[in-house]
């Protein structure tokens, strides 16, 4: 039973921090103003109303008994109470009217008519509190007569039921609207820290966050920024590392490369020089995983110009871009730009022609990248991401490198929050679907 009540109070109950604060603020001041409220309604108000009217028809009751048992004063009568009570007396000979003018769902009037029908008894009394705006019209059969009396509204009603709840209803609203802005100065700093986590799970360096709110808020703000400090200098330790080994290859890599020119014995120099390419392209693959991990800053890309400018970067006629509608999203472009470039690469070294297209969603961009090569056996789909793993068989997608080359293209992906998959082209060939987010 707790088990199912709980599960439905997290799918009404708000998810944000702010609304579930202010719920917990906001929740007691309301029920409070209705309890206050409900007691005194019920207790004070409705008491009261009936007091006053009770004493109402005492008074219209005497003055019938006192008209029936003497009407020869009848003009000093009627007149005192004009005077004293600000009452209107009217004896005359009108027919009586026959349909309700009260109201079905008016507490005043629900209070008046049960006093009247207690004195007078049932269709002796016709009333109207809606008739007039600050009087009430009553008519009370008596004989072959009937008693018409124009009374002021506040004998009916006490005036101070609108004040009282206006002064209740307002401080409660000025309550909920000063939590609200204290709620807010609370929760900024919160929603500050959640954005800085996600752009740094991104990929971002993160350099304009500084630590703000409470003192709890502001330590685990503190913690956060040495942590993304402290794994931004690994990575940049690392990245520098890589790049300084390869860079440093470079010099005995070329030097040979001289010196198997001078070498007459040709087949030997051809052999040997196969060997230095393979490792300079080795090299340059190391320098590429190096250049993923350096620091660059987020920007607003068009991805229809930056396939286009790939295109004209590449200058083949086999690249055809189905769809390069205007999309736009927030990335680093240089590393987009290498991640679309080697996959691209791939189709066009193992397959005759490649097919970009681009999709939007609701809230994401599809990038789909064919070619009509090999393809790649879907129990591999998974290991091709791994770092230094080539396919020996139907396809490799670097056939002189050390396997980085999706294992790059699913880290850039990753940081930009997007996801990669594969699958069979409907042109026979592999299909690279790529999702962004914008």
């Not at 709980?6 to 009404?12: A, D, R, S």
């Not at 004493?55 to 004009?82: H, M, P, R």
Request: glycine residues 6%.
């Amino acid at each position: 039973m707790f088990s199912g009540l709980n599960k439905f109070l997290k799918i009404i109950l708000p998810k944000r921090l702010f609304y579930r604060a202010l719920i917990i603020v906001a929740a007691p001041t309301i029920i409070l103003q209705l309890i206050i409220t409900v007691v005194f309604y019920d207790s004070i108000w409705i008491k009261a109303n009936k007091s006053i009217t009770r004493s109402l028809v005492s008074q219209l009751k005497t003055i019938q008994n006192v008209y029936l048992n003497n009407k020869d004063n009848l003009d000093f009568f009627t007149d005192s109470y004009k005077n004293n009570f600000n009452f209107e007396i009217d004896i005359n000979n009108n027919s009586f009217p026959t349909s309700s003018g009260e109201r079905k769902f008016s507490p005043m009037d629900r209070s008046l008519r049960r006093e009247l029908k207690s004195a007078f008894g049932n269709n002796n009394y016709w009333f109207s509190t809606s008739k007039f705006k600050n009087a009430v019209e009553i008519k009370i059969k008596s004989e072959n007569e009937v008693i018409e009396f124009l009374v002021p509204k506040e004998m009916v009603a006490t005036s101070s039921v609108r004040l009282f709840v206006l002064w209740t209803t307002l401080p409660s609203i000025v309550l909920v609207l000063i939590a609200l802005v204290f709620l807010k100065n609370q929760t900024r700093p919160l929603v500050k820290l959640a954005k800085a986590a996600e752009r740094f799970g991104k990929g971002d360096y993160v350099n304009d966050f500084s630590p703000s709110g409470a003192a709890e808020i502001r330590k685990a703000a503190y913690e956060f920024d040495r942590m993304a400090k402290r794994i931004n200098r690994h990575l940049n330790q690392r990245s520098e590392m890589l790049s300084g080994i390869s860079h440093d290859l470079r010099t005995p890599l070329t030097r040979l490369k001289l010196q198997l020119a001078m070498i007459k014995q040709k087949d030997i120099s051809e052999n040997m020089s196969k060997d230095i390419d393979e490792m300079e392209g080795m090299l340059n693959d190391y320098l590429q995983f190096a250049k993923t991990q350096a620091k660059e800053n987020t920007s607003i890309i068009n991805l229809g110009d930056l396939f286009n400018g790939i295109k004209n970067d590449l200058k083949n006629e086999n690249l055809t871009l189905a769809n390069s509608e205007k999309t736009i999203l927030t990335g680093r472009a240089s590393s987009l730009k290498r991640c679309f470039e080697n996959v691209i690469n791939n189709g066009l070294t193992y397959g005759k022609k490649v097919y970009v297209s681009l999709h939007k969603s609701s809230n994401r961009i599809i990038i789909n990248i064919e070619d009509d090569g090999p393809g790649i056996p879907e129990d591999q789909y998974r290991n091709v991401f791994k770092p230094f793993f080539r396919l020996d068989k139907s396809r490799s997608l670097n056939k002189s490198g050390v396997g980085l080359g999706l294992a790059i293209v699913e880290d850039v992906i990753n940081s930009h929050g997007g996801n990669i998959q594969l699958g069979e082209s409907k042109y026979k060939g592999l299909l690279v679907k790529i999702s962004l987010p914008f």
